[in-house]
């Protein structure tokens, strides 16, 4: 849908441009001068916003992040045929969409969550050029339980389970993360020797 | 100002190429699912667009 509506803005852009520059005369009537300022301004500006919207979607796929070389491990970590794998349990079972695996869990569950990815996203391009890519990444700053608490708070398999019945406020407050107990994450230190789940369609 | 001047005719197509170009680098991004294409679509395309616009703003400010 975004993508022919910047399709249709582009060729429409393009085709007045084009007639006001083969008939400048066009412009002298004031007709033509509000199309020239729609073909000159305000079509490249919807074309420009069109085009800035599909790469941010485009941004949230699964394999837009696979497409960076240091991402590949953590893309195989979705396969790991081993439940405690969160990411893996999460990618395999459809608890999250495939397709914005990523996103999904490494997004800010807040008001501004997608810009602050996207800004994260910017950071990671200027280091992947312009910096030496560190052996083992890492997040920016400790993984929030209210990115886990966004799908699972609510859920009766959650809730009722214990302990986290029981330390429920912790959670909520970040007092406790998920990750203390919930401790398998990529390890794509370990992938050469895990065995990998092979996807029916793949 | 009842006809087009050549200089601001001139103006106009050198906005109109910028326009051009900045568009279909921006067209031709999105056909490319990786982070730089991001940096192509901003820098490249949306640059030459930026400056294919103050271009025509100018032109017809000026005249």
């Excluded at chain 1, 800035?52 to 240091?70: M, N, P, R, W």
């Excluded at chain 1, 993360?177 to 794509?188: A, M, P």
């Excluded at chain 2, 100002?1 to 031709?28: S, W, Y």
């Excluded at chain 2, 490249?44 to 025509?56: D, H, K, P, T």
Aim: aromatic fraction near 10%; glycine fraction near 6%.
């Amino acid at each position: 849908m975004e993508n022919q509506a910047f399709a249709i803005v582009v060729i429409l852009s393009l085709i007045l441009i084009g007639l006001l520059v083969a008939r400048p005369s066009l412009t002298t009537a004031r007709g033509g001068k509000i199309l020239a300022f729609i073909a000159f301004f305000i079509l490249p500006i919807a074309a420009t916003g069109f085009g800035a919207y599909i790469h941010l979607e485009h941004s949230k796929s699964t394999q837009f992040c696979l497409s960076c070389h240091v991402m590949e491990p953590y893309g195989k970590s979705l396969y790991v045929d081993d439940p405690t794998y969160i990411p893996a349990g999460h990618f395999q079972n459809n608890r999250i969409p495939r397709e914005r695996a990523c996103f999904t869990c490494h997004t800010d569950y807040t008001m501004f969550g997608d810009v602050n990815a996207k800004i994260r996203g910017l950071r990671h391009l200027y280091v992947y050029y312009l910096k030496e890519i560190p052996p083992k990444l890492a997040l920016y700053e400790p993984y929030k339980n209210r990115e886990c608490l966004h799908c699972h708070a609510g859920a009766r398999s959650f809730e009722e389970k214990s302990p986290h019945k029981e330390m429920r406020a912790q959670l909520t407050n970040n007092e406790m993360s998920c990750l203390t107990c919930h401790n398998t994450i990529h390890n794509v230190e370990h992938l050469n020797k895990t065995k990998m789940w092979k996807a029916p369609n793949a | 100002m009842n006809e087009t001047t050549p200089r601001l005719h001139r103006k106009f197509k050198i906005a109109a190429c910028l326009l051009g170009l900045g568009l279909l680098a921006e067209a031709a991004t999105l056909h490319w699912s990786h982070p730089t294409s991001f940096l192509f679509f901003i820098g490249v395309g949306g640059f030459l667009v930026i400056v294919g616009m103050a271009l025509y703003l100018l032109a017809i400010v000026s005249e």
